[in-house]
């Protein structure tokens, strides 16, 4: 089965700075999906950033970044340029490319953010 | 456009009392998920559905019972309501196809059993 750690249960940063969120993530699929999602203090479950493992360009978008390591297992996220609304937990989740179950997400325990104005 | 509807938002439940909460969706997705999510966990599979008329276990199934009679709808019940049951729950969905098999997520159910 597949295993999402977040090591870092708490981050900070200052606003305007840049920070980089760890996880790290177990399988012996050779394809498949990485997402992190951010909850903020209204529980929404948000879509910050997925990547394709058969995709070797790290994602993009806008302010988020990642630094995915196939290799190692290794799946950051990068956050530059940090705004106050962009505190909240953000979550590390792994997708299987197969049907049935495996289109479930398997979730870390996920990283508190706080941005310090 | 609503996406995925949860109701209620909060719930509070005697021990031993059933609930239903309700999942609505208008995306036309096959794949419809129940997660629970524990204070400083990340959120656990409960159920899953892969189309109308068709239910699975996911990790955490024991006190649940789930149906999918249309697409659009996927109701979880609490048949006996236990402390351990307390927690936000939410209703998710994904399509099959490339590009749309990203969860959406409801906004959650905060359930709290006394």
């Known amino acids: 089965a597949q295993t999402v750690t977040q090591s870092q249960p708490e981050m900070s940063v200052q606003e305007a700075e840049t920070v980089t969120l760890s996880c790290t993530y177990d399988?012996?699929?050779?394809?498949?999906?990485l997402f992190w999602y951010k909850q903020p203090p209204s529980r929404q479950m948000i879509l910050v950033i997925r990547?394709?493992?058969?995709?070797?360009q790290n994602a993009t978008e806008n302010r988020f970044s990642v630094n995915f390591q196939k290799a190692a297992k290794s799946f950051s996220l990068k956050i530059s340029d940090s705004q106050l609304g962009d505190a909240a937990m953000y979550f590390c989740?792994?997708?299987?490319?197969?049907?049935?179950?495996?289109?479930?997400?398997?979730f870390g325990k996920g990283t508190l953010l706080t941005v310090n104005p | 456009n609503a996406g995925v509807t949860q109701t209620p938002k909060f719930r509070i439940l005697k021990i031993g009392q059933s609930m239903t909460l309700q999942c609505a969706q208008d995306?036309?997705?096959?794949?419809m998920y129940w997660y629970r999510q524990d204070p400083g966990m990340g959120l656990k599979l409960i159920y899953y559905?892969?189309?109308?008329?068709?239910?699975d276990k996911g990790e955490v199934p024991n006190g649940y019972n789930v149906s999918r009679s249309t697409t659009e709808d996927f109701p979880l019940r609490l048949e006996l309501a236990a402390p351990s049951q307390t927690s936000v729950y939410f209703c998710?969905?994904?399509?099959?196809?490339?590009?749309?098999?990203?969860?959406?997520f409801g906004a959650g159910s905060r359930l709290t059993v006394l």
């Open positions: 990547q394709e493992a058969y995709k070797q």
């Open positions: 989740a792994y997708r299987s490319p197969r049907g049935g179950s495996n289109y479930k997400l398997t």
């Open positions: 399988t012996s699929e050779s394809d498949y999906y």
């Open positions: 998710a969905t994904s399509g099959a196809l490339l590009g749309t098999n990203v969860l959406t």
């Open positions: 559905s892969v189309g109308a008329g068709i239910t």
């Open positions: 995306m036309n997705h096959n794949y």
